[in-house]
């Protein structure tokens, strides 16, 4: 059974770091592509960051326009672990981020985490 588990939100003024982790189990984890989202109320899902295999031990790093800079994403292929460190947090990046996980080649990510709130006061 596949999980993904995150962890890592709280409430941090804005300006302030935060850091989210996720841990997967009952996946070949090396060989997903993992990512973030976050989804606000009545808004569409956004892909914040996401860390693709590109085969081997190759792996490449994509971010959404609206984090770049002040985002960053890692894996931990020996602990199964995936961590979006966030930084120069804003008001806006509130809300329910979640780790997903989808096979190479993959359109669209299949597994997905329970979610875990950030809340950036102003």
């Known amino acids: 059974q596949i999980q993904l588990v995150e962890s890592g939100g709280g409430l941090v003024p804005a300006g302030g770091s935060l850091r989210l982790s996720c841990a997967a189990s009952?996946?070949?984890?090396?060989?997903?592509?993992m990512g973030w989202f976050r989804q606000a109320p009545g808004k569409e899902r956004e892909l914040v960051a996401e860390v693709r295999w590109s085969g081997g031990s190759t792996y490449y790093a994509e971010y959404a326009d609206s984090v770049k800079g002040r985002f960053t994403i890692s894996r931990d292929n020996a602990k199964n672990t995936v961590t979006l460190q966030m930084g120069s947090l804003k008001p806006e990046d509130t809300t329910v981020y979640y780790c997903?996980?989808?096979?190479?080649?993959?359109?669209?990510?299949?597994?997905w985490g329970q979610g875990t709130q950030v809340t950036v006061s102003s």
């Open positions: 009952g996946l070949t984890f090396r060989t997903k592509d």
């Open positions: 997903a996980a989808r096979r190479q080649g993959r359109q669209t990510y299949e597994y």
